[in-house]
């Protein structure tokens, strides 16, 4: 699990990405079309969703698709469910 995974996950924009993309695989264009900021800055959030793993992209045609690395999503809740866990056991 990459450390800027964290840090991607600290935005509400990029936050907001993953849950469109927990529906369906979407273009770029159509995850801008669900904000009103510019298309350069969703290009700049999927770059780092993309840099710590948690989307991955393919092309089709003139499009590139992104999709949830649903991989990374299981690292990451293993990670805090056994911290979890751990502190669980320094409780007993």
Not at 68 to 82: A, H, I, K, R
């Amino acid at each position: 699990m990459k450390g800027d995974v964290f840090k991607a996950l600290g935005d509400a924009t990029r936050r907001k990405i993953l849950e469109l993309l927990k529906e369906k695989s979407m273009s770029a264009g159509e995850i801008a079309d669900a904000f009103h900021i510019s298309k350069p800055s969703i290009s700049h959030h999927l770059s780092i969703l993309k840099n710590s793993d948690l989307v991955i992209d393919e092309r089709n045609g003139q499009s590139i698709i992104y999709t949830l690395n649903m991989t990374v999503f299981q690292d990451v809740m293993s990670w805090f469910l056994g911290f979890v866990g751990n502190g669980d056991e320094n409780n007993e």
